[in-house]
């Protein structure tokens, strides 16, 4: 009997090995997914980091461009005629409530300081960053290293200084801020369609909602996301079968109200006129925007032979990710039905650019304001092929090759762009001068990019001028004295 007492031990401690390997397998995968993650979050970082030196190195706190529409406005805020309707106003296409609130509280609370207005554009695209890196968690388990890779090089092109114009102009923020709230959108929405027992009142759902309508009303931009998050809806419930018919009219009704009450007195509106009567040219504004969203400048000039090509490359990758996609597994298709959706935001914000500059001439594609808005879909391309890569040597091989390119273009970008840094703060100074001047004629105007071209005039820009020199907003608040227009030039904004 003292022989035998050992063995159930020993037969113990040769049970225990499996567990004891398998938990040192658990705890390797889990400190390797916790790099992976840290990995992404450091580049993310830095990206921002990146963008926000490149602001203060670059911008210039000076009005120009659209933002003159805006001064009057501000001047009735100021003066004490501001009306609630003012933040529902109409700019162009747009209902920007979203800009008009922050310009508002901008000239209450910070002078105007237009270059702190650049960094929320910043703070937009490290939020679309998180959302991504969510996602990406969510869908690459188990392969970190793939996900890293993947994120890194999205991360790398949603930061990408390819989108100069969007963060320099200081309004043009809600162009980030249309994406981000577009796809926390549809990430939402996409948590809501998988649920095992999806409920109209739970927070993903709702939270679609919410920034659903943050998404309009940061500009019209946003009626797309209504649209594909509704396709996304509409396809779980015919091919997964999920219980989400409740959801997907709540949702079309919700977003048809909005979108009604958004158009209503809206003004001028986009058609479809021009485009049907000149296909060629909508075709090939639309290849370029889409080329334009990974190509971006050339010694700050586009190259439209090269965006022509590479939007037809990408255009037939994201035909290639919805082919894909259909002849997913059911439960493969649920999976990436998010990622999908995303690849089709882009595609539908360039489509809507296109119906709605098409007149403009086919090279305004190439303008660099509108890559914020459709670089998402090579993102999220980039991030299908590489979730799908253990099923397709092909997609491997396009993930690869995609990812190159994502991290070749954004480091040429980068440089392009850090050789104009200088020159565009020097012109940005060369803005200031002539405002300080008072002397605005038409040509100076043109300078500030509100001209009749622009759809303003040098009489805007001197009542805007003296709006800024009233309540020292902007520029002229850090300086010892401002001498103010003569009341006869106009101050017309008391009157609008």
């Known amino acids: ?263 209503h007195g809206l003004g001028h509106q986009i058609g479809v006129g021009f485009s049907a009567s000149h296909p060629w040219a909508f075709v090939q504004f639309f290849l370029i925007g889409l080329g334009n969203s990974l190509v971006g400048f050339f010694h700050n000039e586009p190259y439209l032979p090269l965006d022509m090509t590479a939007g037809t490359l990408l255009f037939a990758c994201y035909c290639g990710v919805t082919a894909i996609w259909l002849r997913l597994a059911k439960a493969d298709q649920a999976v990436a039905l998010g990622l999908l959706c995303l690849v089709l935001l882009g595609v539908g914000e360039e489509a809507l650019i296109a119906l709605g500059r098409l007149p403009y001439g086919v090279s305004y594609a190439a303008a660099s304001r509108y890559s914020a808005l459709t670089l998402i879909s090579v993102a999220a391309s980039l991030v299908f092929f590489a979730w799908h890569a253990p099923r397709s040597r092909s997609s491997a091989v396009i993930a690869v090759l995609l990812g190159l390119a994502v991290v070749t273009f954004s480091m040429i970008d980068d440089r392009n762009e850090l050789g104009m840094a200088d020159a565009r703060r020097q012109y940005g100074e060369h803005l200031q001068s002539i405002l300080r001047s008072g002397q605005i004629e038409e040509a100076e105007a043109e300078s500030l990019e509100w001209g009749q071209v622009q759809g303003g005039s040098a009489q805007d820009i001197v009542d805007g001028n003296a709006i800024l020199r009233d309540y020292r907003l902007s520029f002229y608040h850090n300086e010892p004295s401002a001498t103010l227009p003569r009341r006869d030039q106009t101050l017309r904004f008391q009157n609008r």
């Open 1 to 263: 009997m003292p022989r035998s007492s050992p063995q159930p031990a020993a037969r113990s401690q040769g049970m225990n090995k499996p567990n004891a390997a398998g938990m040192r397998h658990q705890h390797i995968a889990r400190n390797r997914s916790i790099a992976a993650i840290a990995a992404c979050l450091l580049v993310l970082s830095g990206s921002t980091a990146f963008l926000v030196w490149y602001i203060d190195r670059t911008a210039v706190d000076v009005v120009y461009a659209d933002t003159w529409a805006y001064l009057p406005m501000v001047g009735r805020a100021l003066s004490g005629g501001f009306s609630a309707t003012d933040l529902f106003a109409a700019h162009n296409e747009n209902r920007t409530l979203l800009l008009n609130a922050v310009l508002l509280a901008s000239a209450k609370f910070d002078a105007f300081n237009l270059v702190h207005a650049d960094d929320i554009g910043v703070l937009f695209i490290a939020a679309t960053g998180l959302v991504l890196l969510s996602s990406c968690i969510n869908l690459f388990r188990g392969r970190d290293m793939a996900m890293a890779a993947a994120f890194i090089c999205s991360a790398l092109l949603v930061s990408a200084l390819e989108q100069w114009e969007d963060l320099l102009l200081p309004i043009n923020f809600v162009f980030f801020a249309t994406i981000t709230f577009g796809v926390a959108a549809i990430v939402l929405m996409h948590r809501y369609v998988v649920a095992p027992r999806p409920r109209l009142l739970s927070a993903a759902f709702l939270g679609s909602i919410a920034v659903s309508e943050l998404a309009l009303f940061s500009m019209g931009g946003g009626v797309v996301v209504w649209g594909i998050n509704a396709l996304q809806i509409t396809l779980s419930y015919l091919l997964h079968k999920t219980r989400t018919g409740s959801g997907l009219i709540v949702y079309v009704a919700v977003g048809g109200v909005s979108i009604a009450g958004y158009l």
